[in-house]
């Protein structure tokens, strides 16, 4: 057979035909069950024809052999939500006076809460706000905390890439300029230092989920006060462990929503720790999975989704349908071909990738050709 191969190694192959024998074997029985009187003597001459096997709606019918191209699908669950989970922790002191709305969305110098009136300013960061921020007298700070503030502060405008180089991790007077800025278009004084608790670093922009603090309650250092997640779509998927091997870092995926439309996706991440299932399930792993077009996935939350993950393809492959095969005692498989005289036979076949999507199985090695007529089940 010509053709190209691409996908999961053939170890990997073996464990997914492994889990589909019981599957298999269930349909070889209906669909011998349907054919019995048809084989019973393969080699009658009285043997039925292909119209009246045709015809036998209440048993079996026909399927013409084909040559495709095949991929090896396999579908599983999944939710669809946003990726991450940022908690924001309160240091300023005094009475909570603001909150925003559950799925509300606050962006980088946009206002997150207020205490005692006073904005307490979102920015953009890895490193929690932790001290006061200024340009000080004896030397200027530094640190990972400064290098977020400078980079925050050229996003927003207030400062040039000139005046505060990419990088810069130096609270230097066009910091303490750039703060100011910030200050008076907050409505506050413009001191140009942030005192502790003046804003809240956070990966990127907040959608807010859950908000713990109460609206007229104190407000106190090391409080959380709200979490929300990023405004990043992603798919998650509990995996069973044992198909980590199958998929891969940028597989391409179909994503079908609650409301049965189908949009494409990226897998982003493959977890390399299992995790025990409750009650003696299989270990799963975590994939993740981002949405080519975001749009496309509306505004679900923790919406339950079906994603198509292509595991292996094959070009150009001899193909029947999955409810052609007939196991055999010894393990191997059979198809029962219709002769052009009418005449039934079995003829072995080895079985290559399985696509779970179209119910087909690419034949490897067999005397079957394209065209032929193999007998299936009336389903």
Do not use: C
């Not at 040559?67 to 989970?85: D, F, H, I, K, P």
């Not at 609206?215 to 997640?229: C, E």
């Not at 069973?240 to 982003?268: K, M, W």
Request: no cysteine; proline share 4%.
């Amino acid at each position: 057979m010509t053709g190209s191969t691409s996908g999961p190694s053939e170890e990997g192959h073996r464990r997914r035909r492994t889990r589909l024998v019981a599957i298999l074997v269930g349909v070889a029985i209906v669909a011998a069950g349907g054919a019995v009187v048809a084989i019973s003597d393969p080699f009658n001459t009285h043997a039925s024809s292909s119209s009246e096997l045709e015809n036998n709606s209440d048993q079996t019918g026909l399927w013409t052999v084909t040559r495709q191209n095949l991929s090896e699908q396999t579908q599983v669950s999944a939710t669809l939500g946003y990726a991450g989970t940022y908690n924001a922790v309160n240091q300023a002191q005094g009475t909570v006076t603001s909150l925003p709305l559950l799925g509300q969305v606050i962006r980088q110098g946009q206002v997150l809460y207020r205490v005692d009136g006073s904005p307490v300013v979102l920015l953009y960061g890895s490193v929690p706000a932790y001290r006061s921020l200024s340009e000080g007298t004896s030397g200027k700070a530094t640190g990972t905390d400064v290098a977020e503030l400078n980079a925050d502060l050229v996003a927003l405008g207030y400062a040039t890439s000139t005046e505060v180089p990419a990088g810069s991790d130096k609270f230097t007077w066009w910091t303490k300029d750039a703060v100011e800025k910030l200050q008076s278009a907050l409505g506050l004084t413009q001191t140009g230092a942030l005192a502790l608790g003046q804003v809240v670093f956070l990966p990127g922009a907040a959608r807010v989920t859950t908000i713990t603090a109460t609206l007229g309650g104190a407000a106190q250092p090391g409080q959380p006060v709200l979490t929300a997640t990023s405004t990043t779509r992603q798919v998650s998927i509990a995996l069973d462990a044992d198909e980590q091997s199958e998929v891969a870092v940028g597989d391409q995926v179909t994503i079908t929503l609650p409301n049965n439309e189908i949009t494409p996706g990226v897998i982003s991440s493959v977890g390399t720790v299992a995790t025990a299932a409750q009650g003696g399930g299989p270990s799963t792993i975590t994939v993740l999975v981002n949405p080519t077009d975001a749009l496309a996935t509306g505004d679900w939350d923790q919406a339950p989704v079906n994603v198509t993950i292509t595991t292996g393809s094959v070009n150009n492959a001899l193909v029947v349908p999955v409810d052609a095969l007939l196991a055999q005692s010894n393990g191997d498989y059979d198809v029962e071909t219709v002769g052009a005289d009418g005449n039934h036979h079995l003829v072995p076949v080895t079985l290559g990738l399985f696509d779970d999507a179209q119910g087909l199985v690419q034949l490897t090695g067999s005397s079957l050709s394209s065209g032929e007529q193999v007998v299936v089940p009336n389903l």
